[in-house]
């Protein structure tokens, strides 16, 4: 694709088994993702729906909830994972993530183990572990990076967040690094479209322009992220799929195109992004704009940290949520 010339790389925010063997192979072999990635929500949704999991879980029936889950989700990201081999192989990306238990987000020993243990049992090395942009996640992340596991820091919403995601993703790194290892990799999630979700209708009554707050705020993190120049650390964008008709389904994908970024997204959003075709060249407001967006918005008083704290919490407690229905379900 047009984007991959200027080193922007789309991966699928998608998991469902018959896909991993059927469509997802052809999105690989045309070039078009390379890459994919999990969370709690996902997962829950596939399980619910799809028949594909019906047997493993009949199979399963007698142990726990999440010991069931567990098998489920590590067969389903070993299957991604190689068949993502090729593209990790040649050095280009290359990952399927999957995320912690959310409920653990708050411990970070419990988090690494948990981290650690998923990451042994899927077996493969092109696997990252999705920790959230927490305190407690933050030692987390660079203890997995400094054992040569690669790290998605995940519900990233501020630059504060962002900030010391690659502090810790750097040290990490130079540890790792430091005991000879060759190739370990993080990416910073930065949710997007959930501040216009959140803030669009209060915008609008203001006569503020809507769906601008989550690019604006991307490209303020992608642009601190890019100028660490740390090659092994990259922006993913994220929460990228539009909810309602008034946008066009590929808007944050086709607004967020940047060097060395990876925009992360549903399938429908990367068959729109496919139809349309991606720009080869970088689209982000200028700096310029991104400061005077932000300043208009504090003298419209809108308190950004109030929004990142918001945004953060209700983050982690909609993956619970997910994660709580999904093993309820796998227990009756």
Not at 14 to 39: H, K, M, Q, W, Y
Not at 207 to 212: C, D, E, Q, S
Not at 248 to 254: G, L, S
Not at 268 to 274: Q, R, S
């Amino acid at each position: 694709m047009e984007a991959h010339s200027i080193g922007y790389s789309l991966w699928l925010d998608f998991i469902e088994r018959d896909f991993l063997r059927e469509g997802f192979p052809a999105l690989l072999n045309d070039g078009v993702v390379n890459g994919a990635t999990s969370n709690p929500s996902i997962f829950a949704n596939a399980i619910a729906t799809s028949p594909a999991y019906r047997s493993q879980i009949d199979a399963l029936r007698g142990a726990s909830p999440k010991t069931i889950y567990e098998a489920l989700a590590i067969e389903d990201i070993r299957t991604a994972a190689r068949e993502l081999r090729t593209a990790y192989d040649r050095g280009h990306e290359g990952f399927i993530s999957i995320e912690v238990d959310p409920f653990l987000s708050k411990d970070t020993e419990a988090t690494l183990q948990e981290a650690r243990r998923l990451f042994k049992a899927i077996g493969e090395p092109n696997v990252m572990i999705k920790v959230p942009a927490t305190e407690a996640g933050y030692p987390v992340m660079q203890a997995l990076l400094s054992d040569g596991i690669s790290v998605n820091a995940t519900l990233v919403f501020s630059p504060d967040q962002a900030q010391r995601c690659l502090k810790a993703m750097k040290t990490g790194i130079d540890e790792f690094g430091n005991t000879g290892g060759e190739r370990v990799e993080a990416v910073v999630s930065v949710f997007v479209s959930r501040f216009d979700r959140m803030l669009d209708p209060l915008l609008i009554r203001k006569g503020l322009p809507a769906a601008r707050t989550g690019i604006m705020n991307a490209t303020r993190i992608y642009r601190m992220i890019a100028s660490n120049h740390t090659p092994s650390i990259q922006t993913l964008f994220a929460s990228t799929g539009v909810k309602g008709e008034d946008l066009p389904a590929d808007y944050y994908v086709q607004n967020l195109c940047a060097p060395h970024a990876i925009n992360t997204a549903p399938l429908a959003t990367i068959e729109a992004a496919v139809a349309h075709t991606l720009p080869n060249e970088t689209r982000l407001p200028s700096p310029e704009a991104v400061d005077a967006y932000f300043s208009r918005l504090a003298s419209a008083g809108i308190d950004m940290d109030a929004v990142y704290a918001q945004l953060l919490e209700e983050g982690i407690t909609a993956f619970e949520e997910a994660f709580a229905q999904m093993l309820e379900r796998l227990e009756s």
